[in-house]
């Protein structure tokens, strides 16, 4: 069983900048690919990066640039540093967790087996 809690989301100004955190509960954290995914009211959930088991990283068209995706292995801690944001990143923001390699298809929900609860981040003017 694997079980995920974000945390760090919060208020911030427009050009600010957060880190979220996902602490990862598992037997086994070096066999996990991760992910970090967003969804805003009314809005399909969108992926945002992801870290395959072997550490390779890859990121939406979205987050390029602005986020970077990272992992402490040694806490079983996956991140997700934001910066330069707007008003457009407002959501909740999930981490994510599967078994398998995500390779092309990192950013379909299917390839996530566990979930967190998802933590705010909202962006004022």
């Known amino acids: 069983q694997v079980q995920l809690v974000e945390s760090g989301g919060g208020s911030v100004q427009s050009g600010g900048s957060l880190r979220l955190s996902c602490a990862v509960s598992?037997?086994?954290?070096?066999?996990?690919?991760l992910g970090w995914f967003r969804q805003s009211p009314g809005k399909e959930r969108e992926g945002l990066a992801a870290?395959?088991?072997?550490?390779?990283?890859t990121y939406a068209n979205s987050a390029k640039g602005r986020f970077t995706i990272s992992q402490d292995s040694t806490k079983s801690t996956l991140f997700l540093q934001m910066s330069s944001l707007t008003l457009e990143d407002t959501a909740k923001y999930f981490c994510?967790?599967?078994?398998?390699?995500?390779?092309?298809?990192?950013?379909?929900?299917?390839?996530?087996?566990?979930w967190g609860q998802g933590t705010q981040v909202t962006v004022s003017s």
């Open positions: 994510a967790a599967g078994y398998g390699y995500l390779g092309s298809s990192w950013s379909r929900e299917s390839e996530y087996s566990y």
């Open positions: 598992a037997g086994s954290y070096s066999r996990l690919s």
């Open positions: 870290i395959e088991k072997d550490g390779l990283t």
